[in-house]
């Protein structure tokens, strides 16, 4: 089996009762496991909310111990939903402005040139970081020179070596950025922190609390998630080199190649919601104020939607993939990470002739009666210019 390979554990749940089963905190998650169920789920708000009273619950693992701001649109649902994604959604679409691409081009290149000029390197730490850090200063208009801060702090916002949720971590996040906000209002500019400061949701001036939800989202949404897309592209194109000659011969099958990625890698595994009142799934009872999670990972392997769901096929013609979610709560982020996506493949093409992999170690997610490979904790790779 090639060093890329993401195995799908869930077809046996998946094809047999349709659900697994966590125990996340003591607080218990059952996990949707069909393509069709979560895209259902997804779709139906009303009973499976992501604005419910305990901020942080919906993500798996549960945050509730470590945060206290609700992020925003992300916990938050209709109608007040609508009003807060009507004024991030402009924002979050620069990416298809030319500058912003651009710009980017431009960060991605020096990765690409830093990783070539090395020639062999630890690409989550030395190469998937930066790239996430220094694309996210475009995302928020900010300085370039903010991302180093950023990759100090290392690929996990609220993970370390000896736990998966560290509150002493996470405060380095929210202290940052409440000092970014407090410097915003004293010196606003074109920086997000600002232009959301100005702003206004449903007639109301945004409160410090209310940016600052946002904010955390933009940080800790896109961070794992973009780090894993990158380091399983690299890791996928090292162990198969004919495919990456393939995307410089055939630059007409980026996009549905960049899809077919994002489908099997799946960055994110899963997210929860919780339930507004006694409901059913898959024909298993779910209690009010029990928890769902929807996983993204088991619906885009899913046999009955993807023909050859286990392997990558770049030119997939039919792709309904769930990776950046579905439904009102898709992900806010999916166009800043797809432009990254194709920015990097189009570079790879053009500056790098092959990759190969040296040696990894794999990031192994325990979801109990699951244990799903995410990517890596480490790969080093060598790059060989063209």
């Known amino acids: 089996m ?96 030319e500058a912003y691409q651009e710009a980017l081009t431009k960060i991605i290149d020096g990765v690409v040139d830093e990783a070539i000029e090395k020639g062999n390197l630890e690409v989550v730490e030395e190469f998937s970081l930066k790239l996430q850090s220094r694309a996210l200063t475009l995302l928020l208009n900010i300085p370039f020179e903010e991302s180093d801060l950023w990759i100090s702090w290392g690929t996990h916002v609220f993970r370390s070596e000896d736990t998966a949720l560290d509150g002493d971590k996470a405060n380095i996040l929210y202290d940052y950025i409440d000092a970014q906000i407090d410097k915003a209002i004293e010196n606003p500019g074109e920086d997000l922190y600002s232009v959301l400061l100005g702003s206004e949701v449903d007639g109301k001036k945004m409160t410090k609390e209310e940016v600052k939800g946002v904010l955390i989202l933009t940080f800790a949404g896109g961070r794992d998630t973009v780090i894993n897309a990158v380091t399983n592209s690299i890791a996928y194109f090292a162990d198969h080199p004919e495919s990456l000659k393939r995307l410089r011969d055939e630059p007409e099958i980026m996009n549905t190649a960049i899809e077919e990625l994002i489908r099997y890698f799946s960055p994110l595994t899963q997210m929860g919601r919780v339930a507004t009142q006694d409901t059913q799934v898959c024909e298993h009872a779910v209690k009010a104020q029990s928890r769902i999670s929807m996983c993204w990972a088991s619906a885009n392997r899913d046999e009955r939607v993807f023909e050859n769901a286990n392997e990558v096929i770049l030119d997939r013609k039919v792709n309904p993939h769930v990776a950046f979610g579905f439904g009102t709560h898709n992900c806010l982020g999916a166009t800043h990470a797809r432009q990254i996506m194709k920015i990097l493949l189009t570079t790879l093409t053009q500056k790098v002739e092959s990759m190969e992999i040296i040696d990894c170690k794999e990031n192994i997610e325990d979801l109990d009666e699951f244990k799903r490979k995410v990517g890596f904790d480490s790969i080093q790779v060598k790059f060989n210019k063209l």
């Open 2 to 97: 090639k060093k890329s390979t993401l195995p799908d554990p869930f077809k046996e749940a998946r094809q047999g009762k349709g659900i697994g089963e966590m125990n996340d905190q003591n607080d218990p998650v059952k996990m949707v496991l069909g393509h069709k169920d979560v895209r259902r789920c997804a779709h139906n708000w009303k009973t499976f909310q992501s604005g419910g009273d305990e901020v942080g619950r919906i993500v798996v693992p549960s945050e509730v111990h470590i945060r206290d701001t609700r992020q925003i649109p992300f916990e938050v649902d209709p109608p007040e939903h609508k009003g807060f994604r009507d004024l991030l959604d402009p924002w979050f679409k620069r990416p298809l402005e």
